[in-house]
């Protein structure tokens, strides 16, 4: 629409400058928009980075800390009654 505007005023004998002008403000709020739509775009890759980040440190400095080595002979052998498997089960999901 801006550009069928600018090309009948040139055809009425307007200056190129009129026509200029007549542009400029929706030039502006268009640029307007797209400069605040770029820096929301780059607030939110920025804030996902930096969750990234905490997630990985996280990762990295308190649950390793907190795993514990498996005992595979254990963890390996089923129970041979219904006492070693209610037992069994309360060990391993800390029911005591």
Do not use: H
């Not at 307007?14 to 607030?43: N, Y």
């Not at 514990?68 to 009654?81: G, I, N, V, W």
Request: glycine residues 4%; contains cysteine; proline residues 3%.
């Amino acid at each position: 629409m801006v550009i069928v505007l600018g090309v009948s005023q040139i055809c009425f004998g307007e200056t190129p400058d009129a026509v200029q002008q007549a542009v400029t403000p929706e030039r502006t709020e268009l640029m307007s928009a797209i400069i605040k739509f770029a820096t929301v775009m780059f607030g939110v890759m920025l804030s996902s980075f930096v969750i990234y980040l905490l997630l990985t440190l996280w990762n990295a400095i308190l649950q390793r800390s907190r795993t514990k080595a498996l005992d595979y002979e254990a963890t390996l052998k089923e129970p041979q009654s219904v006492d070693e498997a209610v037992l069994l089960f309360i060990q391993k999901n800390k029911l005591k």
